[in-house]
Nanobody, 124 residues
């Protein structure tokens, strides 16, 4: 069982930056590939970014490539999402998720554990 707690969300202006953090309760995060997914009002949850167990492989949805960076610190049991050049369409609740596999997952159905989410609002 893994418990995930996100932090770092908030209100930011267009073009601004935020860094989300996800702290995991697992004895070791190295068992898990991690991901960030988001859900905007009235829309389905969508994949944003993922990272494999070691941090050596990452994946991004096309709309955030070049703007978002996912990273992890296994010693701290923490995963990060650095977001820059934010746009109004990035407004959503962002969820951290873990999957019991070491390779990246790019769909919500591939994840086994979820955090409670953190709101990101980008104002025009």
């Amino acid at each position: 069982q893994v418990q995930l707690v996100e932090s770092g969300g908030g209100l930011v202006q267009v073009g601004g930056s935020l860094r989300l953090s996800c702290a995991a309760s697992a004895r070791t995060l190295m068992r898990y590939a991690m991901g960030w997914l988001r859900q905007a009002p009235g829309k389905e949850r969508e994949f944003v970014a993922a990272i494999n167990w070691s941090g050596g492989d990452t994946a991004y949805t096309d709309s955030v490539k070049g703007r978002f960076t996912i990273s992890r610190d296994n010693a701290k049991n923490t995963v990060y999402l650095q977001m820059s050049s934010l746009k109004p369409e990035d407004t959503a609740v962002y969820y951290c998720a873990a999957r019991e596999a070491r390779i990246v997952g790019t769909t919500s159905g591939q994840y086994d554990y979820w955090g409670q989410g953190t709101q990101v609002t980008v104002s025009a």
